[in-house]
Nanobody
Framework: EVQLQACGGGLVQAGGSLRLSCAAS????????IGWFRQAPGKKREVVSA????????CYADSVKGRFTISSDNAKNTVYLRMNSLKPEDTAVYYC????????????????WGQGTLVTVSS
């Protein structure tokens, strides 16, 4: 059974940090890229960052470049999203997902999805 378990969300003040984790199981982790998406209330889901588990290539949305860092621990089948300098506009439900694409930036490319974890940034 494929599972993507996202955790690490919470309430943080603006300027603070959080680290999200996405633990994967049930598929060949090294053959997939893992992406983080977010959906704020009333808005469409958008890609935040993605990483290839095979070669470590990454991509970031412009809105998070320089503040967020994605990383992968292949031994643990886990991808992390370190979020620094958080802003109120980062408030959203964050989802992790898996794709066979090298580093997918469209949610249509993603086959497996985890449940979301809520990040709330207060001003």
């Amino acid at each position: 059974e494929v599972q993507l378990q996202a955790c690490g969300g919470g309430l943080v003040q603006a300027g603070g940090s959080l680290r999200l984790s996405c633990a994967a199981s049930g598929f060949t982790f090294d053959a997939y890229a893992i992406g983080w998406f977010r959906q704020a209330p009333g808005k469409k889901r958008e890609v935040v960052s993605a990483i290839s588990s095979s070669d470590g290539s990454t991509c970031y949305a412009d809105s998070v470049k320089g503040r967020f860092t994605i990383s992968s621990d292949n031994a643990k089948n886990t991808v992390y999203l370190r979020m620094n300098s958080l802003k109120p506009e980062d408030t959203a439900v964050y989802y992790c997902a898996a794709t066979r694409a090298h580093v997918g930036t469209s949610e249509d490319e993603y086959k497996y999805w985890g449940q979301g974890t809520l990040v709330t940034v207060s001003s």
